[in-house]
């Protein structure tokens, strides 16, 4: 069973609200007192960054298994905006799962899998055909 913290590695999927294939994200989280931080890195699928390996900075919390944090974008040049998550935590703490939000323009699902939980690839099909 895994710890009974989020901290570690995770690789993650979140869907657009619109015509574009879910997107991927790593996430690396440290919990400490149920504090959440950390980091994430994916490429950026928007001309004229597409391809571009873009960062944020993670902060939220979790309380028991909801758990809440905002994704901050890192510089000067789009996207240079936050999202905020907000999820539910299976019981094996294995997968979080949820909605995000950029307040007025666009929200869509998202799912994080611990390193060392099932596969992504078979994530991907199954979050994919539930759709946004």
């Given at each position: 069973?895994?710890?009974?913290?989020?901290?570690?590695?995770?690789?993650?999927?979140?869907?657009?609200?619109?015509?574009?294939?879910?997107?991927?994200?790593?996430?690396?989280?440290?919990?400490?007192?149920?504090?959440?931080?950390?980091?994430?890195?994916e490429?950026?699928?928007?001309?004229?960054?597409?391809?571009?390996?873009?960062?944020?900075?993670?902060?939220?919390?979790?309380?028991?298994?909801?758990?809440?944090?905002?994704?901050?974008?890192?510089?000067?040049?789009?996207?240079?905006?936050?999202?905020?998550?907000?999820?539910?935590?299976?019981?094996?703490?294995?997968?979080?799962?949820?909605?995000?939000?950029?307040?007025?323009?666009?929200?869509?699902?998202?799912?994080?899998?611990?390193?060392?939980?099932?596969?992504?690839?078979?994530?991907r099909?199954?979050?994919?055909?539930?759709?946004?």
């Amino acid at each position: 069973m895994a710890e009974q913290n989020l901290t570690g590695v995770w690789q993650g999927l979140f869907t657009y609200p619109r015509y574009f294939r879910a997107g991927n994200f790593s996430a690396t989280l440290i919990e400490t007192a149920n504090h959440l931080s950390g980091s994430t890195s994916e490429l950026y699928p928007f001309a004229p960054r597409a391809g571009e390996t873009i960062l944020a900075m993670l902060s939220g919390h979790r309380s028991g298994t909801s758990v809440r944090f905002t994704k901050t974008y890192e510089g000067p040049d789009k996207p240079n905006h936050s999202v905020g998550y907000e999820g539910t935590l299976t019981d094996d703490f294995l997968e979080i799962e949820g909605r995000w939000i950029i307040p007025g323009v666009w929200a869509g699902r998202f799912l994080m899998i611990r390193s060392g939980g099932r596969a992504v690839e078979v994530a991907r099909e199954e979050f994919e055909r539930v759709g946004s």
